[in-house]
């Protein structure tokens, strides 16, 4: 990399991830819902003689009904109890100069944005950090910490405000919205068909003997199934948090766009890094929403294999170095227009 | 079967008409309405701008000329009327005055120390922002409204959907047009 990744490929990257990822995750659900279904179908037909007794996947369409059910309730409601959990209160009439100006920075950030004000809310809580939740533009909600309103500067809250702005407009809340209760339910359905299989004599009954290449398969399908059912949560969520990830590279990079001023972002992370207690008022529920882990684990700021599964977020470092590469680029660019 | 392809191609080509026309007709009233936008924030402004004014006249008895920059600025920006290019000019000149002003105030302690005045000030920048991110919009729509109307095809039916050639928000003054310093050097700016 000579020049860098400018701003609109990092954009085209990121989406292309992030349909890559939500694929990822429909097929994932599938294989929860049908597998159970497939490993069945399978050994009914290794009983019969390869006539098909195990016609209706009941397993997969109850799985799905149920899921259909938990995911609309937590998409409906997901927003309103990320802000509840967190404790955090809506700025309808702000009173001091610092709750004044941040409305004032988040009315500026719509503007440049294009959108409607976001509703703003405070948390009271002495580490900085912020978040932006809801299912678009017009239900958004962005939520900043009172450590990070005295922590930075005019220019620096507006770079933080505008990576929030920027999940907004990517649509990142409706994604993170969906997710958290796609792993909701993910983990409920992992609980519930647990205790459901211990109950039950699943691959034996029924009429004739099973036997054959096919009762095998059936048994490899169904202990994948089991496994994968056990592991689901796990994986479910190292899944958010590879999109979690990708989102954030994008979102510094669309509040460089809005901002035009990537410095300023820079700076902000770099004065949230150096406040490392966690913020406690943030549970590992909404971590995935904020601009910096808001649980200070050390796997954010690592790069490797482990690092790139575990953590909510990319390296701070690096998300620095890309905003002042790209500040850099801002310079050079505006260098080599004739002066007029 | 002749005529069979023959109206196939006349509905494609009516639906397409259609299509361009309605996308024109969109862009149209983004412009308009980013526009409006910033007739709002100028409007703002130049409310806040006598209360500033009254404010600090106490304080900044030799300030006279500054100040009177300001009042001048404001009242040629307010009856401007006029194309883009007229209020550009005007708006420019009103936030280069307000901008020496803000300078000047830097050094009267007893001013900056004010809560009246600091509310203002906090106003006034806001303002100033919210101009300059509403052009920064205003500009972008602008500019795709009018690639897409001079573009083929969309150009042929630019003429039934009225397009025409929407001007932007050019920066006049010079000190607006530099590029603001950015740090690079990233030393802890003080908060």
């Not at chain 2, 002749?2 to 639906?15: N, T």
């Not at chain 2, 000190?175 to 030393?187: G, H």
């Amino acid at each position: 990399m000579t020049a860098g990744p400018n701003l609109f490929e990092q954009q085209a990257r990121n989406r292309r991830l992030t349909v890559a990822w939500l694929l990822l995750f429909i097929l994932f659900f599938a294989w929860l819902g049908f597998g159970g279904d497939l490993a069945l179908y399978l050994a009914a037909a290794s009983r019969t003689e390869g006539q098909v007794a195990y016609r209706f996947p009941w397993i997969g369409l109850v799985v799905t009904t149920i899921a259909a059910i938990t995911a609309w309730v937590s998409w409906r409601k997901g927003p309103q109890q990320v802000l509840w959990s967190t404790g955090a209160r809506e700025l309808t009439a702000p009173q001091t100069f610092e709750e004044k100006q941040l409305v004032n920075v988040v009315e500026e950030m719509a503007i440049a944005a294009g959108l409607p004000r976001p509703r703003v809310y405070v948390i009271d809580d002495p580490d900085p950090n912020a978040f932006a939740t809801g299912r678009d533009a017009s239900t958004a909600c962005i939520a900043v910490t009172t450590g990070l309103l005295a922590a930075v500067n005019r220019e620096e809250l507006q770079g933080v405000i505008a990576h929030e702005m920027g999940h907004v407009r990517n649509l990142d809340v409706r994604l993170m919205t969906l997710i958290a209760s796609l792993v909701g339910v993910i983990v409920v359905l992992s609980n519930g068909m647990g205790r459901m299989l211990r109950g039950g004599n699943w691959l034996r009954g029924g009429k004739g003997k099973a036997s054959g290449p096919l009762a095998a398969a059936a048994l490899v399908v169904f202990v994948l199934w089991v496994i994968t059912l056990i592991l689901a949560p796990f994986i479910s969520r190292i899944m958010a948090m590879a999109v979690s990830r990708d989102r954030e590279y994008l979102a510094d990079a669309t509040g460089a766009e809005l901002t035009r001023n990537p410095a300023a972002l820079a700076s902000a992370l770099e004065k949230i890094e150096t406040h490392e207690a966690p913020t406690t008022h943030i549970k590992e529920g909404a971590a995935h929403l904020c601009i910096a882990d808001p649980l200070g684990r050390d796997v954010n700021l690592k790069e490797g294999r482990l690092a790139d599964l575990l953590a909510t977020h990319p390296p701070m470092v690096m998300r620095i170095t890309r905003l002042k590469g790209m500040a850099f680029q801002q310079l050079k660019a505006a260098g080599q227009l004739p002066a007029t | 079967m002749g005529m069979i392809i023959f109206i196939v191609v006349l509905v494609v080509v009516l639906l397409w008409v259609v299509g361009a026309y309605n996308g024109l007709i969109a862009l149209k009233n983004q412009t308009v309405n980013a526009w409006k936008q910033i007739d709002v924030q100028l409007k703002r402004r130049h409310d806040l701008i006598p209360n500033l004014v009254n404010t600090v006249k106490g304080s900044m008895e030799f300030e006279k000329d500054t100040l009177q920059a300001v009042i001048d600025a404001r009242s040629k920006a307010m009856a401007g009327g006029g194309g883009v290019k007229e209020t550009a000019a005007a708006e420019g000149m009103l936030s280069g005055a307000l901008g020496k002003l803000f300078v000047v105030m830097e050094r009267y302690p007893d001013l900056k120390s004010s809560q009246n005045v600091r509310d203002l000030q906090e106003e006034l920048s806001t303002t100033e922002n919210k101009i300059a991110f509403a052009r920064q919009l205003y500009n972008d729509v602008a500019t795709s409204y009018n690639t897409k109307q001079q573009q083929f095809p969309t150009n042929l039916v630019a003429g039934l959907a009225k397009a025409e050639i929407a001007e932007l928000w050019e920066i006049e003054d010079k000190a607006e047009r530099d590029v603001p310093a950015v740090d690079l050097s990233l030393k802890k700016p003080q908060g």
